[in-house]
Each structure stands twice: as C-alpha cells, then as structure tokens.
C-alpha cells in the first residue's frame, strides 16, 4: 500500500510539474508572439521568417479586405492585435478616436529611408506620430491579354459593352466613386452635389451594366481563373494568384485620369500587448533590404522607401511617376455620409 501510495504522490507532483510548465511555455509563447491585422496579399511569408528568426519570436497574421471591414471588427470587439494597417483616412479616423498609439520614433533605426515625397503627402499625420508608411500605392485595372488586346488605358475600359459579364469593380466606395469622379475631371473628396451625382450616373448607367459584380475579395482568384478579362483592383492581390510564369499575359496599368491615391501605413493598437516587439517589426520593414523583399514580391515600384530599389531585383509594374495624377483619399468626417447614401443607391440598383 505504501509504494502504491507513494506512486500516487509521485504522479500528482509531476502532473503539477507538467502543468506548470505548461501554463509557463503558453505565457512564453503568448509574450513572444507579435499579432498583425494586414491586407490580404499584402505581407510576403519570407519577411515574416526572416523576421521571426531573427528576434526568435511567432508572428500571427490576420487579414482583411477594405479599411471598412477592418474599422468595423475593431469596432466590434477584435483585440489582440499589436499592428495594424490601415490607409491614410482610416489612420485619421482611428487618431480622432484614440484608438492608436504615439510611435516612438527614437527606436525606428530605419526611419530615415521614408521618402520625402511621402512625408509631403501624409497630412493626416505629418509627424508620424501614430503611423509609419507602408506602401503608397493606387489600384488599377489588370487585363488579361489573352481574352483582351485593344483598349484605352482608361477608367473608360469598364463602359464597354463587349467585355460585359468579364469585369468586376472592387466593393469599395471611395475607390469607384472616386474612379468615377476623377475619370469627370473632378477631385475624388469633392462634396459638390452636382459632381457627386454625375459620377453616381455614370457608374449605375455605364459601368455596373457591365460588371458581374462589385468583389473586393475574390478578384483575384476571379481573374487567375479565366472568370473575369478585366478588374479594377490591386495589383497585388491579382499577382499574388497568377503564376508567375503567366505575368507576361497580365497587363496591369493605372488610368492617365487619375484616381485616389493611398498610403497604407503600420500602426500600433492602443494598448497593444507587444508595443516593444511592435516597434522592432516596424524598423525591420523599413531596412532597405529587407523591404526590397517586400518590393520584389509584388512587383511594387520603392515609392515610400528612398534606398530600396537599390537592392530589388524585379522591374516594377508601374513607376512612383505613375502616381502624379493620383489624389490622396481625405478623412471626410461626417460628409463621408453622402458618398454613402450614394454607393447604397449604386450598389443596389437594378437595371
């Protein structure tokens, strides 16, 4: 009895051992484990191992399809998160509501290589003090050339009747409102009635007709499989699912009218559990060579990073120049409403 007993007493301390190792590594993990909340097709998996060799830690990426699926998560309750990655608006709306945290600049090695020309665009924060650029970038339209050969590189694309059933727009207002409004000439925050509701009639009359859906989420697939010849969109998501033995037969371009402009910048959550481990992701991105990876995987042109191109290795879809006709998309306030109340007319309208 006594060695039965004895074993009990044995199994009991080491179950506790057990556990309590257990409760540590998971505290451990939990401490050493940097959370993200980033585009879809936006984070290069060999960044990300690079990164977590190098500081010996796990990185978890979540993703999302637009700034308002994003807000509308934190909104709802999602926490957890360290960095986020909101574009230019949505950072102002999220300093406004206090949801950001100040960004000590002082532990940012890297932050030196921010391109001047960005630091003159960002004027929703022009000291960086809640956010650090990520990329400054416009959406196009991609065209598959086997299905497509003549056309005008022109918002236009999307009015033809020939391409109809094989083109999509993404599900987002700003960006087709603001195509739309740029294509008329008129700036994409305009607040004119008037020019609001001749981009909101040439959207439902000339370009919906023509599209089988609004689809910020699967275009790209869409596209990688023959389903859609056409789609407005970022490049990113459309070449992050075409093999790349299949680039040559892509045709991606941004419109000479113009359009908005984004820059998508990294931002450190109010409260975030891993400020410290945050601000080492974010100085790492910013080292030239390291974001030259970034560059090279969806063949960006190096417009927020000014030594980067120095070490990509992949010629870019579209140059920085590119971007000179594009307008920045401004945090509207409570005017965002009437783009609102337009796009729920656009989106469910019936031809």
């Not at 010996?56 to 998560?73: G, I, L, P, Q, T």
């Not at 608006?89 to 532990?107: A, E, Q, T």
Request: glycine share 4%; hydrophobic share 40%.
């Amino acid at each position: 009895m006594k060695i039965k007993k004895i074993m009990k007493i044995v199994f009991l301390i080491l179950l506790v051992i057990v556990v309590i190792l257990f409760t540590i590594n998971r505290q451990q993990l939990k401490k050493n484990t940097l959370y993200l909340f980033n585009w879809t097709c936006y984070t290069p998996q060999s960044v990300i191992d690079e990164f977590e060799k190098k500081y010996n830690v796990r990185v978890v990426v979540d993703n999302f399809a637009s700034n308002e699926e994003m807000f509308s998560k934190l909104l709802s309750g999602a926490d957890g998160y360290d960095i986020i990655f909101p574009s230019q608006d949505y950072v102002s709306i999220l300093i406004k509501l206090g949801m950001l945290d100040k960004i000590d600049k002082n532990d940012l090695e890297n932050f030196k290589y921010i391109s001047p020309n960005v630091k003159e665009k960002a004027t929703y924060d022009p000291n960086f003090e809640y956010s650090i650029p990520y990329f400054m970038g416009a959406s196009g339209v991609s065209v598959n050339n086997n299905k497509v050969s003549s056309y005008d590189k022109s918002w236009s694309i999307f009015s033809r009747k020939d391409l109809s059933g094989k083109m999509s727009m993404m599900d987002d207002m700003r960006e087709v409102m603001g195509d739309a409004l740029a294509y008329l000439g008129y700036s994409i925050n305009t607040l004119d009635q008037k020019e609001l509701k001749e981009a909101e009639d040439l959207i439902i009359n000339e370009w919906k007709p023509n599209l089988v859906k609004f689809d910020s989420e699967g275009f790209g697939k869409s596209f990688a499989s023959g389903d859609f010849n056409v789609v407005q969109g970022y490049a990113e998501v459309v070449y992050g699912e075409v093999p790349e033995d299949k680039w040559d037969k892509i045709d991606f371009f941004l419109p000479k009218e113009g359009g908005p402009l984004y820059i998508d910048s990294m931002c450190i959550l109010k409260g975030a559990k891993h400020y410290d481990l945050a601000l080492k992701f974010i100085d790492f991105i910013l080292d030239p060579k390291i974001y030259a990876s970034f560059l090279d995987e969806f063949a960006f042109p190096s417009s927020t990073n000014t030594d980067a191109m120095k070490y990509t290795t992949v010629k870019p879809m579209y140059n920085t120049e590119d971007l000179e006709n594009y307008e920045i998309k401004d945090d509207l306030g409570e005017n965002l409403s009437l783009y609102t109340e337009i796009w729920q007319r656009i989106r469910f309208s019936i031809q």
